[in-house]
């Protein structure tokens, strides 16, 4: 009897990942219940990660993946029958056939891929206050900062937007003269300041981390056009799932900014995603590597939501992989929610090392015929402990296996090859090209020169003033951008947890009727108080 090739070793249902005395298949319809991938440096991880990606892209289910290194490019271009793949392959009895995968490339700095941006709006006070690593005096205020944005209608969309309307919320020092001019910021700083005691330190200790945060190239991520989470999730013209890459070699150089990005585009899912129950595939799998600086430092709320996310995002149709040298990097409720293991060799050389292996150990279902602890430590580059979810989503026992060789290349592609695969990309022209609309920094600066209208939508006798009248003079510009954003949901208003204390009330009133119907941008922003998704996003369909 033949073979079977690399390509029909998979089959509609399970995805061959490796073969020791017992076949480790992944479980599509099990897949969404998330897993994991660790082991030391060097041992195999990104390979294992490779194998599992063109699985899922071979099923037709679209894939994201942060590449730290580049070695996950080579998915891209076709596979090389080298000597030590094809000993593999024939000891698993597979006849290697070289393969390649549809690759989407993206890059918070536009350099090696697509832009990746998003408004400081969506990005919401709780994650931009881990980015700035900020107290909860500074978290305060920059809550109260968004409240005024969303109160004024003024939309935040990158960073000189935040700058700006730091600037606007800072007490007036000292005492104003008799034929001073009046000051047509009053209203918005006499805002802030009913929210709570907002000090000019404060604001200057946010405004100095703001800097760092631009010193490191987060200016270039939040702008529009914004990044549209739908693109991810596509197919190519074979039925193949898009293999997206986030090229993040430079971007790890900003750990906390890494982290934080990819922490958002994780909630922006899990808020955009409609409820989809048990499917037979997912509709995505996000590979989040280097998953130990999600964690660290992270503030108990903070963690509390990223676990939430994880436990709810399952019934979306995503599932997350995490990918880390050692499963005690992830937090105990974290780990609860991670079904299907591969686990790499780990060196134990110190007594706090063999601890780490026991505990890595303990993560697994026993098997009689394996001592766990040893064998990590005895794997070989490319074999793996594994055991995936089977029949009612119970674990298996543990096995030793040698993980299946890739099919496309194995390390980096070239630049010129990188430059062919942006010239060919569905997404060419769409966020290449950054758009500076007028937004809450043009706003402000129209205010002080006194030619915006007035705060409380008074007519100013200019004709369609009052309400409609600002929301017709803003639209007109915001518009311009030609990228609409979805509308906020009255249902999701009135379902959704709020996570930010300070914007805990439902929108009402004509104004938020309006900023509903809006849509874009500024529709995100003009009702009187805008809910946030679970991590800060706003609710959108």
């Known amino acids: 009897m033949a073979t079977p090739d690399n390509k029909t070793a998979d089959t509609n249902e399970k995805i061959f990942i490796g073969k020791g005395e017992q076949t480790a298949w992944l479980t599509l319809?099990?897949?969404?219940?998330?897993?994991?991938?660790?082991?030391?440096?060097?041992?195999?991880?990104?390979?294992?990660?490779?194998?599992?990606?063109?699985?899922?892209?071979?099923?037709?289910?679209?894939?994201?993946?942060?590449?730290?290194?580049?070695?996950?490019?080579?998915?891209?271009?076709?596979?090389?029958?080298?000597?030590?793949?094809?000993?593999?392959?024939?000891?698993?009895?597979?006849?290697?056939?070289?393969?390649?995968?549809?690759?989407?490339?993206?890059?918070?700095?536009?350099?090696?891929?697509?832009?990746?941006?998003?408004?400081?709006?969506?990005?919401?006070?709780?994650?931009?206050?881990?980015?700035?690593?900020?107290?909860d005096v500074?978290?305060?205020?920059?809550?109260?900062?968004?409240?005024?944005?969303?109160?004024?209608?003024?939309?935040?969309?990158?960073?000189k937007d935040l700058r700006a309307l730091l600037d606007a919320i800072v007490?007036?020092?000292?005492?104003?003269?008799?034929?001073?001019?009046?000051?047509?910021?009053?209203?918005?700083?006499?805002?802030?300041q009913g929210f709570g005691n907002v000090s000019k330190a404060t604001v200057g200790t946010i405004q100095r981390q703001l800097l760092v945060l631009e010193n490191q190239g987060a200016a270039k991520f939040f702008g529009e056009?914004?990044?549209?989470?739908?693109?991810?999730m596509k197919t190519d013209s074979d039925g193949r799932g898009m293999v997206n890459i986030l090229v993040a070699d430079k971007l790890m150089q900003s750990p906390r900014l890494y982290s934080t990005f990819l922490l958002w585009m994780l909630s922006e899912l899990f808020e955009e995603l409609p409820e989809a129950g048990d499917?037979?595939?997912?509709?995505?799998?996000?590979?989040?590597?280097e998953a130990h600086l999600l964690f660290t430092d992270a503030p108990k709320a903070l963690m509390d939501k990223i676990e939430q996310v994880?436990?709810?995002?399952?019934?979306?149709?995503?599932?997350?992989?995490?990918?880390?040298?050692?499963?005690?990097?992830?937090?105990?409720?974290?780990?609860?929610?991670?079904g299907n293991r591969v686990q790499h060799a780990l060196r134990a050389f110190t007594p706090r090392d063999q601890k780490a292996v026991a505990a890595a150990a303990q993560t697994f279902r026993p098997n009689p015929k394996l001592d766990t602890v040893r064998v990590i430590m005895e794997l070989a580059k490319g074999e793996a402990l594994v055991s995936f979810l089977e029949g009612?989503?119970?674990?298996?026992?543990?096995?030793?296996?040698?993980?299946?060789?890739?099919?496309?290349?194995?390390?980096?592609?070239?630049?010129?090859?990188?430059?062919?695969?942006?010239?060919?990309?569905?997404?060419?022209?769409?966020?290449?090209?950054?758009?500076?609309?007028?937004?809450?920094?043009?706003?402000?600066?129209?205010?002080?020169?006194?030619?915006?209208?007035?705060?409380?939508?008074s007519d100013d006798g200019g004709?369609?003033?009052?309400?409609?009248?600002?929301?017709?003079g803003i639209v007109g510009t915001i518009f311009g951008t030609n990228n609409k954003r979805g509308r906020l949901s009255t249902g999701q208003v009135i379902a959704r947890d709020v996570t930010r204390s300070v914007t805990n009330k439902v929108i009402g009133g004509v104004v938020a009727d309006l900023g509903k119907s809006v849509g874009g941008s500024l529709g995100s922003s003009i009702g009187r108080s805008i809910v946030r998704g679970a991590l800060g996003g706003l609710l959108r369909r």
Do not use: C
């Open 29 to 135: 319809a099990l897949a969404n219940r998330h897993g994991l991938v660790t082991g030391a440096t060097g041992t195999g991880k990104t390979v294992s990660l490779q194998v599992m990606a063109e699985g899922f892209a071979r099923a037709g289910v679209p894939v994201f993946a942060a590449d730290i290194k580049g070695d996950l490019s080579g998915i891209s271009e076709v596979g090389e029958a080298k000597d030590f793949i094809l000993k593999r392959a024939g000891e698993m009895g597979l006849n290697f056939q070289p393969d390649q995968f549809s690759t989407v490339f993206w890059d918070v700095f536009g350099e090696q891929g697509h832009p990746v941006r998003a408004t400081v709006t969506e990005m919401g006070p709780l994650l931009l206050s881990r980015m700035l690593d900020l107290n």
């Open 138 to 159: 500074q978290e305060g205020v920059l809550n109260v900062a968004f409240r005024v944005a969303d109160e004024n209608g003024l939309t935040l969309i990158d960073l």
């Open 171 to 192: 007490p007036a020092g000292g005492k104003k003269a008799a034929d001073a001019e009046e000051d047509p910021l009053a209203p918005i700083r006499k805002a802030a």
């Open 225 to 232: 056009p914004a990044l549209t989470l739908k693109d991810f």
């Open 279 to 289: 499917l037979p595939k997912p509709k995505l799998v996000f590979f989040f590597d």
């Open 310 to 338: 994880v436990r709810l995002i399952r019934s979306k149709g995503v599932g997350v992989y995490f990918v880390t040298q050692n499963p005690i990097d992830v937090p105990d409720k974290v780990l609860a929610q991670l």
């Open 392 to 457: 009612g989503g119970t674990p298996t026992m543990v096995e030793r296996v040698m993980i299946r060789p890739p099919t496309g290349r194995i390390g980096p592609i070239t630049p010129d090859e990188r430059k062919a695969l942006m010239n060919k990309s569905p997404v060419k022209g769409k966020y290449d090209t950054a758009v500076d609309a007028d937004s809450a920094y043009e706003m402000l600066l129209k205010r002080v020169a006194g030619t915006a209208a007035p705060a409380d939508g």
């Open 463 to 472: 004709g369609g003033g009052g309400i409609l009248g600002q929301i017709g």
